[in-house]
């Protein structure tokens, strides 16, 4: 493999082989960037090795993030202007029993990065980190003109039933969840995944304003498209519900189906990832990245089944320990900061990805 000494104007992606990595490379090979990937291909997402979707113009030096033998070898040959952190692991329930790995990952393989860029001297002009709505956990909530913060939701809660956030004493219903803003909405994990997320966006804060790195970091909401796994059981939800309905079967709908999603496109998250990358800001910046698409589960396995000829959803009454009753991003920031604004719809994002897995889903 041979690979520029200095590689000035290198573009690296950490989980550079991901669902979200392959696509982004391929936007930024088009625009002339030279990329280079670094990735473990874990069976559990890379069961066929290094996916089709990754362009050939890609340089993949397979790579585990929490060695620092590995971080060593990549940065003897290249010099990155800027890195873009994808690399997780990203199982919200699986967390919670793999707790060790989340945070091997996730955490220690942040602090290897920069431990490795500070042993070579080498400061990128420009981080770029793939955060999660996860921070927030249930969020923000309004009772009447009272915002709060419920907290995770007990076992004993959501063995009763009773999913909705539950108000401080004294304030009536209903109650209301708030859209997600970095600004003023506080983060809360009620889940391993989710305290690595935000572990990671302290770590790398620190260290850039440290050293005078630009960071920007994009709190994703949940991202679906082709190259998203079919068959890693901790894929996203419409991942899940579209296997599920391609095989003629109804959808399985947790709780009592009105948990709420904020739904964005593979190619919207490309693009808010590329205006980032190519704006660095002079103080750390933190956005919410979602495709305005905000609907129950229920409503969004409906339009599934639709689409595929599926029978009707069924809602089971089960539930997940760590899963939020509601999550959608304000906009806002994105829009004035990246200039970003989604262009994909639900409906016409699942057709492109019914479309990718009649032709095989492969990645």
């Known amino acids: 493999m041979t690979l520029p000494a200095q590689g000035q104007g290198t573009v690296l992606l950490t989980g550079g082989a991901g669902f979200i990595g392959s696509t982004l490379a391929r936007r930024l090979v088009d625009e002339g960037h030279h990329v280079v990937a670094l990735d473990n291909l874990h069976p559990q997402v890379h069961p066929g090795g290094r996916p089709k979707r990754l362009p050939d113009e890609v340089e993949l030096i397979p790579f585990d993030v929490t060695h620092a033998d590995s971080w060593r070898a990549a940065l003897a040959l290249i010099r990155p202007s800027t890195i873009v952190h994808l690399a997780a692991e990203t199982g919200t329930g699986q967390s919670l029993t793999e707790a060790s790995r989340h945070a091997s990952v996730n955490v220690v393989g942040t602090t290897q990065m920069i431990d490795a860029l500070t042993a070579v001297g080498h400061v990128p002009e420009h981080i770029v980190l793939t955060s999660s709505r996860a921070v927030y956990g249930e969020g923000a909530w309004q009772a ?31 109650v209301v969840p708030l859209p997600h803003e970095a600004a003023t909405t506080s983060p809360v994990p009620t889940n391993i995944y989710a305290a690595t997320k935000l572990t990671q966006e302290h770590v790398l804060q620190a260290w850039t304003e440290a050293n005078g790195s630009a960071l920007s970091v994009l ?60 704006s660095p800001p002079s103080r750390p910046r933190t956005v919410d990245i979602g495709g305005g698409d905000v609907m129950t589960i229920l409503e969004a396995a409906r339009l599934v089944a639709e689409l595929r000829g599926a029978p009707e959803p069924k ?49």
């Open 219 to 278: 709190r994703l909401q949940n991202v679906y498209g082709p190259g998203q796994s079919l068959t890693n059981s901790y894929t996203g939800v419409i991942a899940f519900f579209s296997r599920v309905a391609s095989a003629g079967e109804p959808i399985d709908v947790y709780e009592d189906g009105a948990i709420v999603r904020d739904f964005v496109y593979v190619e919207d998250v490309v693009t808010a990832l590329t205006a980032a990358l190519n």
């Open 315 to 363: 809602i089971s009454g089960r539930f997940r320990h760590g899963d939020v009753r509601a999550a959608s991003a304000s906009l806002e920031a994105a829009g004035r900061e990246l200039g970003y604004r989604p262009e994909w719809s639900l409906r016409r994002g699942l057709a492109e990805l019914f479309a990718w897995i009649d032709e095989g889903g492969v990645a």
């Open 144 to 174: 009447g003109d009272r915002v709060f913060y419920p907290g995770p939701r007990t076992r004993e809660q959501l063995e009763a039933g009773r999913w909705d956030a539950t108000p401080p004493p004294g304030i009536p219903g209903p």
